[in-house]
């Protein structure tokens, strides 16, 4: 199937979800299972969330579809996690073994996205997808995976 066709389909699945979901969480994990299941070079997708209140800030792990990461903590001034919450930017790392600042989850990823939740303008949060493939996250990935973020951000807006 053309990549454009299954994008807007999983785009479509992911408005009915948010829809249907009663809790920002019961999205979230229906969103890391649909991107986990249907786009086959995502092998691992979850959320960090900023912990409440919390100074320094930091990111916390939240709902994921993979292994278990050592990674449940994040401060903002590390990885890609960091990168990405602490600019407000999606951050798109073709070959994460360049990056410097990226910290391992799995030896077998290659490349990593991760694209920061807004609430009301303010960074929450980040959902971040690693790659076993290099190169995974093409222009059409970013808007999919931007999509899915926004539709996060505003169903937690709604719950406030
Ligand atoms: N690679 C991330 C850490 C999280 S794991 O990928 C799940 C980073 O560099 O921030």
Redesign the pocket.
């Known amino acids: 199937m053309a990549i454009a066709i299954r994008i807007e389909e999983i785009r479509h699945e992911v408005t009915l979800l948010a829809e249907a979901a009663p809790t920002t969480n019961v999205l979230m994990q229906g969103v890391c299972k649909l991107l986990h299941d249907r786009m086959l070079k995502y092998n ?1 997708v ?1 959320f ?1 969330m900023l912990e409440p209140g919390a100074r320094p800030p930091v990111l916390v ?1 939240d709902t ?1 579809v993979g292994a278990m ?1 050592p ?1 449940t903590r ?1 401060p903002l001034n ?6 990405a919450a602490s600019s407000g930017k999606t951050v798109v790392v073709d070959d ?1 073994s360049k990056d410097p ?6 030896l077998e ?1 290659k490349s ?1 996205i ?1 694209v920061p939740v807004f609430v009301k303008g303010h960074v929450a949060g980040e959902l ?1 997808i ?1 790659s076993h493939f290099p190169a995974a996250f093409g222009a059409e990935d970013k808007e999919l995976v931007q999509f899915c973020a926004e539709v996060v951000g505003k169903k937690l807006e709604q719950s406030k």
């Open positions: 691992w979850g960090y792990l994921f990461t990674h994040i590390q990885g890609i996690c960091g990168a994460v600042r990226y910290l391992a989850c799995s990823t990593e991760v971040d690693d």
